[in-house]
């Protein structure tokens, strides 16, 4: 159960001058359970890539498969597969239109088919897990909601169709910090509750440092750094430098305790972690 | 997929024709468009064509570019050819059922269709070659001397500017939401038409949404900067006729007399 990415290249406009190469020669494969955090500069193929992992987009050369099921070919399997990938977009709440919340949410899954009293029940699930009370919010409008409320909503449409692979093209972009916390509140909640696999694209390091098992860091249309955030931020700063990414605050703070002799665990992304290790070194002195 | 319309699309270059003052090649163009209907022989379109395939070397754009401009339009152009060729009385050479076709026809449907590619061609080599903020500028000089019957010229230019600058944005954002829906599993491609159009409200919807916000944005952001209309306003690119435009005029002028010979040696031979 995983999705592969074989040799995946892409180019925009071709032939024209315009010609651009966006992703070249990615293989990747995101496996079943994991949490994936892509990040890069701007322009180094995160969004294109992403487009690929539910065929928006049709790679110029290479496979993608979901599953094992090629997705690009065309018949029920191809298009199932897709289906298991749900893809929030950058600034979903651009993509709202219907009148009530519900109904947008139930969007999704009337499309493909649902009946209307299992679309009940996942329009419900979905709310339930965005935190938007039902009884509040399923009735008003989705334009007259603030930017917090509008992304969830766009966010619960997507998750009602159930996906198995969840991705998210930076899903706290303009948001306040409240309303980016309570975000990635309730998509780790998720990813901890069901066990769905999440991809998650963010240029701000920390957040992703924070939830992802898994680290992609993308520069130049290709692949530079592929591994756990522990490992990356321990041996690879110089690779991070070179694709315009920092490492969190946190761990540059550990870095410059280190480089004044103070021995710190510099691998540490978590807050409460970090202050352990501080008072042990302190201590240790 | 919408990135590949070709509509309007500026080719940058430094080429003869790029260096033209737009106002030139406005006005040329609406001069070359209306000495095509000048030609009426083989003869008076094979000179058309010599010219354009000049100006085309010229401005050197790739041939590739000049074919897809021609692209969206080819239905009209095939509807042209077989109106004329069916519905010209003349002398029957074909006949399919209740239709004939007339040596007559088909000289019309294939003239007929090659001046629609010319004025296709000649008016998207303008777009090749001039950037919008060029063409807009052009315009807006040209339409000046109706200021004065109240044509706001300076407000139709920033018009036209700000649409054309906001084609690019609106094409992408489409893309942007058709691809959300689409995962959503949304369908814009099958169904009759009626069920197609229904189709399409999840698109329109947060599409007009976005643009109304758009405007309303760009509004404020050009109040702020105490944006008021056209007068007293300067420019930082002073458009300027060159010697090049002269030569360019000329070189038309020459076309159309050329032409123009042509039209009156041909009626008097038949005379």
Not at chain 2, 245 to 252: E, F, K, P, Q, T
Request: proline letters at 4%; a neutral charge.
């Amino acid at each position: 159960m995983s999705i592969i990415l074989k040799n995946i290249s892409y180019v925009y406009m071709a032939k024209t001058p315009y010609e651009q190469t966006a992703i070249k020669n990615i293989n990747i494969e995101i496996k079943h359970g994991e949490f994936v955090g892509i990040i890069g500069h701007t322009g180094s193929g995160k969004s294109t890539l992403l487009q690929h992992l539910n065929g928006l987009l049709k790679p110029t050369t290479g496979m993608v498969s979901v599953d094992g099921q090629d997705i690009n070919l065309k018949g029920e399997a191809a298009q199932n597969a897709k289906r298991s990938v749900g893809m929030v977009f950058q600034y979903p709440e651009h993509q709202l239109f219907e009148e009530t919340v519900y109904d947008d949410i139930a969007f999704g899954p009337r499309n493909i088919g649902i009946e209307e009293i299992e679309v009940d029940a996942r329009v419900k699930k979905a709310m339930n897990f965005v935190g938007l009370e039902f009884d509040e919010f399923a009735t008003r409008t989705p334009f007259q909601l603030s930017g917090g409320q509008m992304r969830r909503v766009a966010i619960a449409g997507v998750i009602a169709l159930e996906p198995a692979y969840l991705i998210l093209d930076e899903p706290s972009a303009g948001l306040d910090p409240r309303g980016r916390d309570e975000i990635f509140g309730q998509i780790i909640k998720m990813y901890k509750n069901t066990g769905i696999t999440v991809v998650l694209v963010s240029h701000n390091m920390e957040d992703v440092a924070r939830m992802a098992n898994r680290l992609i860091v993308m520069n130049g249309g290709e692949i530079s750094l592929d591994g756990s955030p522990m490992e990356i931020f321990r041996d690879s700063q110089d690779q991070l430098q070179a694709a315009g990414v920092d490492v969190p605050p946190l761990t540059a703070l550990m870095n410059k305790f280190n480089q004044w002799g103070l021995e710190v665990d510099h691998t540490v992304v978590a807050m409460d972690a970090a202050v352990d290790s501080i008072v042990t070194a302190v201590r240790r002195r | 997929m919408l990135a590949d319309i070709m509509l309007g699309q500026y080719f940058p270059g430094t080429s003869f024709i790029h260096q033209l003052d737009p106002r030139t090649k406005i006005i040329s163009t609406i001069l070359f468009i209306s000495s095509i209907f000048l030609a009426e022989n083989y003869q008076a379109y094979a000179i058309v064509a010599i010219f354009i395939a000049f100006i085309i070397a010229l401005a050197r754009i790739p041939l590739i570019m000049i074919l897809r401009s021609l692209k969206p339009l080819w239905i009209i152009i095939a509807l042209t050819v077989l109106i004329h060729i069916f519905t010209t009385p003349g002398t029957v050479i074909y006949v399919l059922g209740p239709l004939t076709v007339t040596q007559e026809g088909l000289r019309l449907g294939l003239l007929m269709s090659l001046r629609l590619v010319f004025l296709i061609v000649i008016s998207s080599l303008l777009t090749f070659t001039t950037s919008p903020v060029a063409l807009t500028d052009g315009i807006e000089r040209l339409l000046k001397p109706f200021k004065k019957i109240g044509l706001p010229a300076h407000e139709l230019a920033m018009m036209m500017t700000i649409a054309l600058r906001f084609i690019p944005t609106l094409l992408e954002e489409t893309d942007r939401i058709m691809k959300a829906q689409m995962a959503r599993g949304a369908d814009f491609t099958s169904g009759n038409i009626i069920r197609r159009a229904q189709n399409m409200i999840p698109l329109l919807v947060p599409l007009f949404v976005s643009a109304f916000r758009r405007a309303d944005e760009l509004a404020t952001a050009m109040e702020a900067r105490c944006y008021r209309g056209g007068d007293h306003r300067t420019r930082m690119k002073q458009l300027k006729i060159t010697g090049r435009d002269w030569v360019a005029y000329g070189i038309l002028l020459l076309l159309i007399g050329v032409l123009i010979v042509v039209r009156i040696s041909e009626k008097s031979n038949v005379i």
